[in-house]
């Protein structure tokens, strides 16, 4: 087994998602303006490329998102969020009906319609609870999993809140532990814990968040990392998102050997060649 790795099971709507190698999370955006534009799938054709490649490659859960969170990007309502999170649904259940979706969303409206009416499994909240004070008791109700990013501020306002006095691993952790307890209070049981790669921090504040990843596993739930060609990797090498699949790679080889559960990532099939390489290294016989 890899090192650092614990085993963990969610309960999904009935069925249960035994985390027992590290899953990869594939992004689909029905969104006109993400940061990374080969990300894209606005309409219902390109969806259905991207999911019917996403599956081929081996994706684990789906992570729909129909709302982009990078700086300046276009203000989106409930009701066109939740309509554009329809459309990824369909698209998912018909073409891959077993492989559970993870919702992106920091409204508990949109949140609640797409568990209750579209058979979401998993919400997936980049403001931890800070955007939407309905949100953790809705999870609770819910009683789905649901993963609990770090950051502060807004996407728009987030990189004016990157000062963590007693270090930003220590800070980090001691903030994501609160809002779990919180959470847990709420009736929400099944918390994945987001260091929130790119939110709220400097590029060498997410460095050491990579070096520090190990620490998370004191909060004893299951760890996501998501990095996939973000400015991490691109302001330190130069380039562009779309430049930036090697650096992708290599963090997210790093976070597996560091006890990640989930890997949330554009490219499915150079993340699971990754996961590959690294269960076979913990594997085979010396």
């Not at 409204?107 to 579209?118: I, K």
């Not at 006095?165 to 307890?181: H, I, N, Q, R, T």
Request: with cysteine; net charge negative.
């Amino acid at each position: 087994m890899i090192p650092n790795f614990t085993p963990f099971t969610l309960s999904l709507r009935g069925k249960e998602l035994h985390i027992e190698r590290p899953l990869i999370m594939g992004i689909v955006n029905v969104t006109p303006d993400s940061f990374y534009s080969d990300s894209r799938s606005f309409d219902t054709a390109s969806l259905e490329r991207r999911v019917a490649q996403m599956l081929e490659e081996g994706v684990d859960i789906f992570d729909i998102g129909a709302y982009s969170t990078r700086p300046g990007a276009d203000e989106v309502s409930a009701e066109e969020e939740l309509a554009r999170l329809k459309r990824g649904i369909e698209v998912v259940k018909r073409l891959a009906p077993d492989v559970p979706i993870s919702i992106d969303t920091f409204r508990a409206s949109v949140a609640q319609a797409c568990v209750e009416e579209l058979g979401a499994d998993i919400i997936n909240d980049v403001s931890g609870g800070t955007l939407d004070e309905a949100m953790a008791a809705t999870a609770g109700r819910l009683n789905v999993p649901y993963i609990l990013m770090h950051m502060r501020g807004t996407p728009a306002t987030m990189q004016q809140f990157t000062d963590y006095p007693g270090g930003v691993v220590a800070d980090v952790v001691a903030d994501l532990k609160a809002k779990m307890e919180h959470f847990h209070a709420q009736g929400c049981e099944q918390v994945i814990i987001d260091p929130g790669f790119g939110f709220s921090k400097t590029l060498d504040q997410n460095y050491a968040l990579m070096s520090g990843l190990s620490e998370f596993h004191a909060l004893n739930a299951p760890l996501l990392v998501g990095i996939s060609r973000k400015s991490m990797i691109y302001r330190l090498l130069g380039g562009t998102p779309a430049e930036s699949l090697e650096g992708t790679t290599v963090l997210n080889t790093v976070a597996m050997l560091a006890g990640a559960h989930i890997l949330r990532v554009h490219d499915v099939k150079a993340a699971a060649d990754a996961r590959a390489i690294v269960e076979k290294l913990y594997t085979v016989q010396k």
